[in-house]
């Protein structure tokens, strides 16, 4: 067990925003508070952590429960909220010290290839976009003088 870590972290915010309200004209008419946009009520993120004196390796997965993305057609009337659902990552990195001035790295971001997904109030009916953070491999090699 030596050489072996954990690390933890939990935030919790309450963020709000007052934006205009419109006539179906365009001219404003009032103000609306509502969440602030990209921020999370809720996220956390858990890392584990091995180390020797040549050879390291970490995990880690980051939890972030749905937010409110942005307002769509900000031109038109009131606009329509877009919401995120929650997003998790998982990600890994090693690293190997082959002499005292090469290094092997590998790191790998997103391997569970997890989507994000936007939608219109109700999830289940109105999906606006899917996309992808894409799954990324990377293979490194350091030299130090």
């Known amino acids: 067990m030596n050489g072996l870590g954990f690390q933890a972290s939990y935030t919790q915010l309450e963020a709000s925003q007052v934006n205009p309200l419109f006539s179906a004209t365009g001219e404003a008419i009032g103000t609306m508070e509502e969440p602030m946009f990209g921020v999370s009520p809720d996220s956390y993120n858990i890392k584990v952590m091995y180390e020797t004196?040549?050879?390291?390796?970490?995990?880690?997965?980051?939890?972030?429960?749905?937010?409110?993305?942005?307002?769509?057609?900000?031109?038109?009337?009131?606009?329509?909220?877009?919401?995120?659902?929650?997003?998790?990552?998982?990600?890994?990195?090693?690293?190997?010290?082959?002499?005292?001035?090469?290094?092997?790295?590998?790191?790998?971001?997103?391997?569970?290839?997890?989507?994000?997904?936007?939608?219109?109030?109700?999830?289940?009916?109105?999906?606006?976009?899917?996309g992808n953070y894409s799954r990324t491999v990377a293979l490194g090699i350091r030299y130090s003088m």
Do not use: C, H, M
């Not at 004196?53 to 877009?82: C, D, H, T």
């Open 53 to 130: 004196e040549k050879f390291s390796a970490n995990w880690s997965y980051v939890y972030r429960e749905a937010f409110k993305q942005r307002n769509e057609a900000r031109l038109f009337a009131n606009p329509l909220a877009i919401w995120r659902r929650p997003e998790t990552s998982i990600d890994v990195q090693f690293t190997y010290d082959i002499t005292d001035q090469v290094t092997v790295t590998l790191d790998a971001t997103n391997i569970t290839n997890e989507l994000y997904q936007e939608y219109y109030e109700e999830p289940d009916l109105f999906n606006f976009y899917t």
